[in-house]
T-cell receptor, first 115, second 115 residues
Framework: AQSVTQLDSQVPVFEEAPVELRCNYSSSVSVYLFWYVQYPNQGLQLLLKYLSGSTLVKGINGFEAEFNKSQTSFHLRKPSVHISDTAEYFCAVSGPYNQGGKLIFGQGTELSVKP | GAVVSQHPSWVICKSGTSVKIECRSLDFQATTMFWYRQFPKQSLMLMATSNEGSKATYEQGVEKDKFLINHASLTLSTLTVTSAHPEDSSFYIC???????????FGQGTRLTVV
């Protein structure tokens, strides 16, 4: 079975500061990893994904994440955040044998960017 | 990119009535779609996997007779909440994937309020 743990439920940060949202996963098989962002009352938008290859993945809106197999982590980072980055962020995992895009989500991290 | 459209965006219904939510893949064919439920300030929980032309696969604890899923075509899946009660009030989100293990595209979600 697979599981995802997002270590911080809330992350407050000032505008233009760097931020890291932490995600750890548990799986007995190789996985695909994703970060999604959700704005209030909206669906999810993909920020980035790791399927294979380079462990450093760059996504949209200046976000990047690094896949660390030994630590089973996939932390999301941004060097300088904006007010508009305020949203809920979800880390998710999909196994290679999962049907289509069946995703297991973490609990979510609420990023709050303050001026 | 692939677009998934969900309708309606929000709906209010009386207790005891049924509500249908549609999920359409607008520019690709989705043999598999997924339905998630999200409670306020919580993560997404997979309810069921919707397979075109066959019965849906429900996750443990999800009532099949309460949440009817139909996937009649490669571009449309519907979720019907039957005999809705206030505890069914939630945010329902669908997703669809192009191929196994890769990115899932999400609809914008449906806010259901049962009064």
């Amino acid at each position: 079975a697979q599981s995802v743990t997002q270590l911080d439920s809330q992350v407050p940060v000032f505008e233009e500061a760097p931020v890291e949202l932490r995600c750890n996963y548990s799986s007995s098989v190789s996985v695909y990893l994703f970060w999604y962002v959700q704005y209030p009352n909206q669906g999810l938008q993909l920020l980035l994904k790791y399927l294979s290859g380079s462990t450093l993945v760059k996504g949209i809106n200046g976000f990047e994440a690094e896949f660390n197999k030994s630590q089973t982590s996939f932390h999301l980072r941004k060097p300088s955040v904006h007010i508009s980055d305020t949203a809920e962020y979800f880390c998710a995992v999909s196994g290679p044998y999962n049907q289509g895009g069946k995703l297991i989500f973490g609990q979510g991290t609420e990023l709050s960017v303050k001026p | 990119g692939a677009v998934v459209s969900q309708h309606p965006s929000w709906v209010i219904c009386k207790s005891g009535t049924s509500v249908k939510i549609e999920c359409r893949s607008l520019d690709f064919q989705a043999t598999t779609m997924f339905w998630y439920r999200q409670f306020p300030k919580q993560s997404l929980m997979l309810m069921a996997t919707s397979n075109e032309g066959s019965k849906a696969t429900y996750e443990q604890g999800v009532e099949k007779d309460k949440f009817l899923i139909n996937h009649a075509s490669l571009t449309l899946s519907t979720l019907t909440v039957t005999s809705a009660h206030p505890e069914d009030s939630s945010f329902y989100i669908c997703s669809a994937s192009l191929q196994i293990g890769t990115e899932a595209f999400f609809g914008q979600g449906t806010r259901l309020t049962v009064v």
